[in-house]
């Protein structure tokens, strides 16, 4: 049987299950098992600063990134006192985080010669080696013969990634494949953990419409509260906006929003990496101005 060409992206997006949690628990096997908090110290309910990370025994507790940490503790004690055990509270170890995150990037690397590194802990990558592609010029399009075999193609890759993952580094991941990079990164959060989810070009509009709105990406909580008061709360509900009118209510977002919510992402695959920021940071106990005293920490 002939198959028409049809000119299509295969793109998968990878996220590492609550990584710094996970690498801590994979280095210290005391901590396997309880639930994990890595971030700034808690100082019994008083300290400052936030979650960084929290595994999913933690999550149970109510406990999740970018928490006040205070609060993280609140929940933990508040689980105690239900008969639970009481979160581990971590400081960070990014030497080793980023040594664990080079290592998955290599092992991607030998699966895909397109690799775009997003933080840390997640890329997105292209499918290859595959018999059902052509390949082309454009980094992260390929030409597909037989699109059926080609996601079946995908899938074996996602399974094997997951696997040499597993067995080389003893951490799961989250895998998402779609048709382009938004689909991709919103599929991989669909399962979590250990996840693989898989959406087709055909089903993408279908797969966002019950989705709450938050999940599009770019739809913080100052937009999810004007969509709230709008009586939006799926990406359902968002598609019955014209494009004016989205621009009318969000300027230039509006106009983007409009393609989000149908699974529309031409952004390309960019293969070099470079971090957002490196630094360092501390959260004093108490608050101050005083230029003395910042002048001396920066010193």
């Not at 390949?135 to 080609?150: C, D, L, S, V, Y």
């Not at 977002?253 to 952004?267: C, M």
């Amino acid at each position: 049987m002939r198959y028409n060409k049809t000119i299509m992206r295969i793109i998968a997006h990878i996220d590492m299950d609550a990584f710094f949690a996970a690498v801590e628990e994979r280095d210290h096997e005391w901590l396997r098992g309880k639930p994990i908090v890595v971030g700034a110290d808690p100082r019994e309910g008083r300290g400052r600063g936030v979650v960084s990370t929290a595994n999913y025994k933690a999550r149970e507790y109510g406990i999740r990134s970018a928490l006040p940490i205070s609060k993280a503790w609140e929940l933990s004690e508040a689980a105690k006192r239900k008969g639970l055990e009481p979160a581990v509270f971590l400081f960070t170890n990014f030497a080793e985080y980023e040594k664990t995150s080079a290592r998955i990037m290599k092992i991607l690397k030998t699966f895909s010669n397109v690799v775009e590194q997003a933080s840390i802990d997640e890329a997105y990558f292209e499918i290859k080696n595959s018999k059902s592609l052509d390949r082309t010029p454009t980094a992260g399009q390929a030409e597909i013969r037989n699109p059926k075999h080609a996601w079946g193609t995908a899938a074996k890759t996602a399974k094997s990634i997951k696997e040499e993952i597993r067995k080389k580094e003893k951490l799961t991941c989250s895998i998402g494949i779609g048709p382009n990079k938004l689909i991709a990164k919103i599929a991989s959060d669909f399962k979590k953990p250990d996840g693989l989810t898989i959406i087709t070009e055909e089903e993408k509009e279908l797969f966002l419409e019950p989705l709450p709105v938050r999940k599009i990406p770019g739809i913080g909580p100052k937009t999810e509260l004007l969509l709230k008061r709008m009586n939006i709360a799926t990406v359902r509900d968002l598609k019955g906006f014209a494009e004016s009118e989205l621009s009318e209510l969000m300027g230039k977002w509006g106009k983007e929003l409009y393609r989000k919510v149908r699974g529309i992402d031409d952004s390309p695959l960019e293969t070099f990496y470079e971090s957002k920021s490196i630094g360092e940071q501390e959260t004093f106990d108490e608050d101050t101005r005083s230029p003395n005293i910042l002048i001396a920490k920066l010193n």
